[in-house]
């Protein structure tokens, strides 16, 4: 059952906090959960108890600024959590890297064998104010739709006595990532309230800059092995599938990058002078990208798609997502897709090739009348498991070498220049690799079960999805499976201004993690 | 000769100003040149008599900031030049254009039957002063090479008793294209002074916004033909070939441009949610840009080229010009030239379609992990007389639809993007059109005869230049040759900080001038 249609109210119509707080006890005794599973019904009922708790610890985070280019903005969130942590009788430790540390924090369970480790980020995007509705992003602002689809401002006072699941609270990294962290302290603060446990031990780290591309995070992970392991890893981030139905998502595309140069006179050269006679290098760059792929944006590369060898289960699986693809082609304004699946789901399954951005001399006001003495391109190539980066690199450089190119690693000497026709500089990246947990694993079956409970149906489940995070150090590290619970509403606005959560998002985000909580390991 | 090897210097070793003026009246009776054309020798004496006043004339036109993108500039630059032509006895008329106006002069001579039009412009490309070495760009200073190639700066006081060719007076219009004018003046009182005269009337224009890029010049020349009729036109601008030999061109190369778009999602998108599925707008542009052309940089449009059909006597003639192709090649840093001709001066006889600049999204430090909304490539496409730039824009616009594109004019619809499958925008635009007068018209043959008088031997010929000139408005609406005489030094960094004059350049364009003013008109 999907919250958003109220199904809850009717049990505690317009419950206000001071009655909240009186009734705790009430439900305590009525459910007498302490021994037992709580089912549907009564994890909605938790919930139902505790969302508007769990909304002002949301605000009092999301009230502290939190971009990590600027460090000093980030030391109060540390201690804010903390503080949150110890309030709890968890234990929390500053693990060093060099830099903004990151926080690990442990709860144990008596009895328990078994060791869950959580990730969530604190840091959040840039904000660039002038882009804003609101006077500041760190201002949580609680809003309304109008009939003509635009947002106004209400009191957050409302929520007292009021819920409309389709109400939001706009503010940076109210979604991404504050917002699930606050919902798991509402929840765990409602178990144990409750008086319920979980039957694992639970590590949680805390990722500072995640925002910042988590740079000190792969040696750190290493570095603290022994102090983050676990049997199994829940990342707590990025949104449900854009049906917004309960999500699982069981990995996610790593991510590499390809710089390109390549070269025409060493310096601009005029045009009339030397139209027709000096190479234009952005006519090379666009010889060199076009011979890549086809017609239908599928790399042309041999070898470059090897090893995805897609089962009718798993095309089962991907079918069974409840995409809506004319909508996103409407939304994104496209005529066609590219082709390297059948469906949206199936192209995520494959390595991308993508041209994230290209630039030669000038357009617009600043153009000049030259031939270039440069084009630059930059690809991003999103990997999976199948796709070793280094492999694909190898292959693009032997098609560029085919195409009569000499590679170079930094600009080109002069002797270089007269020795080679074409020339084109080659840099690569890696910065996260791909991660894929069996969906039929145990930790997969074991999510599904807790998700089945909480909401009546099975949830969403993507089998790797498109983005990349940096969870595949931990992977590595720890040799342990991690599955992604997204929670928060695909429109949030995440990484851009007016970020928001709706509030039936944060609710339903409660209830899948006392789902998790309270789910007997496996 | 060439004046740079100082052959002059034994006639007149080390003149002051001084002794020049004493000089001249006796030079006058020494020559007895009111009957007869000056021949060589009598053309240096008179050159090597006054080239230091011109100087002076430089120096002082120079010294007056010149950018018309600040009209206020450009008042004084007119005032002056209306001055100089009034106190030589010439009339002077300022022709409205709406904005800047252009200055038509003229001198009627007795008994003359044909009129020679001299264009002229007198307005400056903007300067950077940081990046002058010399303090003020509207300075003129004086400077000669030191061992290592750098240039140091000398007391111009130094030219009242030395000179070396290769000295060089850096300044801002000093050769682009003040110099040529205070050539002309320098020229025009030695012969007035001397007792000479042309045979034929002349009338000169100025143009102030030709690095503007002469916006309201093709009007005005409509509305002013019957005012500027004339029966040739001579373009005192441009530097020589780069042999620096004397050199008479004989047409320009026109500029068209073209403006294309192509288009991905309606806004950029993650790039790891829809890579490999929505088509990405910077290989589409590449894949687009990729079918125009070959891999030796030639068109491959069915009738690009068509009507260009060099005969023997035109290669000839091509050939017969002293570039020296290995050296161009190594200063540019090219390990290949473009096929489009089979030599440097073959390449310039076609139209060239050149990608001037190209971008979609960001690279560098600004680059974001998206699928770009757009890529924008601009083309400039330049012209010769037998390439009609709509006939082209109509071949280019068939072969893109070939390529399945649907073309639109302004940014396309919802509907227009749902509709079709690959759209690209095309704007296109005509700056300028070629010109080419014949080498063999009597035009050509009377300034070869007027050059070779002056210099011993013909100079080097150029059929067409690459670059292009607002001279088409004139050829189009008057009706008549023009031949463009270009004096000073390829090398003068024309459109950069630290432009210059080479003295030797300068002599010899007060050579030239007086070579033309005194040739018997056909």
Known sequence: MNLDEGGLLPIFPKISSMKKLILLPVLGIFFNLSAQTPDQSQLETLTEANWQRGIQLLNELVSIPNDAYYPEQIEPNIQWCEQAFASRGWTSERLDTGGIPLLLSEKKQAGATKTALFYFHIDGQAVDRSKWNQDDPYQPTLKQQRADATWEIIPMDRLKAEYNPDWRIYGRSTSDDKGPFAMFLTAWDAMIEQGLTSDYHIKIILDFEEEQGSPRLPAAVVQYKEKLKADLMLIMDGPRHTSN????????????ELFLTTYGPKLPQHSGHYGNYAPNPALLMSQLLASMKDEEGRVIIPGFYDGINLTDTEKAILQAVPDDEIAIQK??????????????????QYPSLNIRGMRSAWVGPEARTIVPDLAVAELDMRLVPESDPERLFGLIKDHIRNQGFHIVEKD???????????????????????????????????????MSRAFGQEPVQIRISGGSIPISPFVDALGIPAVTIPTVNADNNQHSPNENIRLGNYKEGILTILSVLTEPIY
Chains 1, 2 share one sequence.
């Not at 304004?333 to 199936?346: A, F, H, M, N, P």
């Open 331 to 348: 939304r994104l304004g496209l005529g066609r897709t590219d082709k390297v699946g059948q469906t949206y789901q199936e192209s995520i």
């Open 412 to 450: 080109p000497t002069d002797e270089e220049r007269m020795s080679n026709p074409k020339i084109v500089k080659v840099n690569t990246s890696i910065s996260y690799q791909a991660f894929r947990t069996p969906m039929d694993s145990p930790t997969g079956a074991w999510l599904r079960k807790a």
């Open 245 to 256: 139905l309960p999500t699982l998502s069981y990995g996610a595309r790593g991510i590499s």
